[in-house]
Structures are given as structure tokens and as C-alpha cells.
């Protein structure tokens, strides 16, 4: 998953809602169709309260299936994952290993231009602003294709996508902390303004970058800052 996106808290939150959403409607069916047949006698109703439950039901377990194996990195652990990677490894005998890696190939001369190139994005255009972006929307600022941005920068960068990201995000956030511009703004509001979308992550990955917590940072450097004045 961080290989791909550069929030992945929302993910998981939008799975949780859909899910307790299915179960709301579900139980608000049982409770209208048990009022009707309290209301009204079962003969004289329109419709058969049997089956539009089984229909709700039916309708909400096929969407939990679908939507659990379309979150299967979400939902299942990681060490589970590996496994199923290397069961498919075996069983095709290494081949769809093989021939991902020939796609995402990077010609040893472009590479010094690609990573200048996305360095000098990354540095006048800040597209890590957007919490939404993605490898996919970002290969595409630089005209390569997704699975080459990410040979980029896990073969010859050596990191993920996800803290290539959230590593430009961190520095914006110290920039603004430092800059009395933003002295208006809280700690969080400047996370948001930096291309955070969660409060819980922004202070993990801060405090995992900079080993110390957002709020210590701050106090820090403007403690700093006083002693200069």
C-alpha cells in the first residue's frame, strides 16, 4: 500500500465506514419490516418481510466479500501477504516476478536526469501538497510510467514512495514552524496545509523522521527563535 499512495490512514477509515454503514441499513430493514408486521397484518402487506431481509443480507455479505478482497493489504497482516506472494512465486515459477521487473527497467542514463527532473518538481511545484496524490499521479509529472517512478526510487533513491513523500512533507511543516508568518496557525493546521490528512500519522511520521514529536519541535525552535530576539 505505501507504495502506492502517501496517505494510507484514510484507506482504512473509508473501509471501516462503508462497513458500519451495510450494517446500519441492514438492521433498519429488520426494524422497519418488524413495525410493519406489528402494524399491519402479514397478509395485507405489500411486500414479503422475509425476503427483503434476505436480500439486504444477501446484498450486504457480497459487498463485504468484494470490498475485503479488494482491501486485502488493508485487512490482512502483513506477514499473511508474504506468504501469498510467495506461494504465487512458486507456483508460476518465478515468471510474473520476472516480468514485472523487465517493465519497470530504467535505461542507466536517464536515471541522473529523471531524478533531477523529479527533485526540481518535487522543489518548485510541491505536488506533495495534495494528500490525494498518488505514484501513479505523480509518475505522470514527469512523463514515466508508475512502475518505472517506483524502480526510481526504490532500486537507485532507496525509499518508498510513502516517505519520499511524507519526508518533503515533514520539511514543509519545519519551514512553516520557523517562519512567524504562520505563527497563527496551529500545529495541525499546518500538517493539513502540508499535504497531511490525519492528525494521528502526521505526528507519527514526524516524530519517526525527526525523532522527536511536533509539538517538542515547535516549543524547541521557538524557544530559539525568542533567545535570537
Known sequence: ???YY?????????WIKKLLYGGIIVISLDIFTTIMELLIDEKELPFNSFYVIAIGVSVFVGYVGYYGIMQSKVLLPEFLLKDTFDI???SSGGTAVKEQKKGEEID????KEQIGLLKKIMREDKPFLDPNI???SLAS???ITDKKLSAL???YM???FYDYINGYRVEEVKKKINDRTFDHLTLLAIAYDSGFNSKTSFNRIFKKIEGISPSEYKKLHSDSNTKQL
Do not use: P, R, Y
Not at 542507466?108 to 536515471?111: G, I, L, R
Open 153 to 155: 526510487l526504490n532500486q
Open 134 to 136: 498518488s505514484l501513479k
Open 6 to 14: 502517501s496517505n494510507t490512514s484514510g484507506i482504512d477509515l473509508i
Open 108 to 111: 542507466a542514463s536517464e536515471v
Open 88 to 90: 504465487e512465486k512458486k
Open 141 to 143: 509529472l514527469i512523463s
Open 1 to 3: 500500500m505505501e507504495h
Open 158 to 160: 532507496n525509499i518508498s
